[in-house]
């Protein structure tokens, strides 16, 4: 199964492979998600070291669970050969009804196929306002008129 674009990356592939990720992500679909990994992708989140697609559902599945009305932004970093490094940021909150935004930077590492084998995340939390909140769309992929990152000036 191959999942294009395919490596090696330009920045135009880049911000394409990151567009495409950000609008699974923002299905909030751990099945969906997780297809676009290698069977046996390898994952740092925080603090938690995840391997293979079934964890990788488990997790995601627990994730937006806690975190109600998830809305992500990602933005290409860097990117060479079959690597991306993108910076985030996503709103959410959890049963209580407090909002956080959570800011983050990954980096991906690709087999020939396209399919992401490696995913190191590095995220931090800052509680917001539900006034502060910059993420405002339906649930679902971000229009694309709605503003990334740097123009909201994250």
């Known amino acids: 199964m191959s999942r294009p674009p395919l490596p090696p990356f330009t920045r135009e592939s880049a911000a394409q492979k990151a567009r495409l990720a950000e609008d699974a992500w923002n299905s909030r679909d751990p099945a969906r998600v997780a297809r676009a990994?290698?069977?046996?992708?390898?994952?740092?989140?925080?603090?938690d070291f995840l391997?293979?697609?079934?964890?990788i559902i488990a997790f995601l599945a627990a994730k937006w669970a806690?975190?109600?009305d998830y809305r992500l932004i990602k933005e290409v970093w860097a990117a060479a050969d079959d690597r991306i490094a993108v910076r985030f940021a996503y709103e959410w909150h959890d049963e209580?009804?407090?909002w956080t935004r959570s800011y983050g930077n990954e980096n991906w590492e690709f087999d020939a196929a396209g399919?992401?084998?490696r995913r190191l995340a590095s995220i931090n939390d800052r509680p917001i306002a539900s006034t502060e909140r910059l993420f405002h769309w339906p649930l679902?992929?971000?229009p694309l008129d709605h503003p990334g990152l740097s123009a909201l000036g994250l």
């Open 96 to 98: 209580e009804g407090h």
């Open 51 to 55: 391997q293979g697609r079934a964890a």
């Open 66 to 68: 806690r975190e109600r």
């Open 140 to 142: 679902g992929p971000r």
């Open 37 to 47: 990994y290698s069977p046996d992708s390898v994952w740092r989140n925080r603090s």
């Open 115 to 117: 399919l992401m084998r």
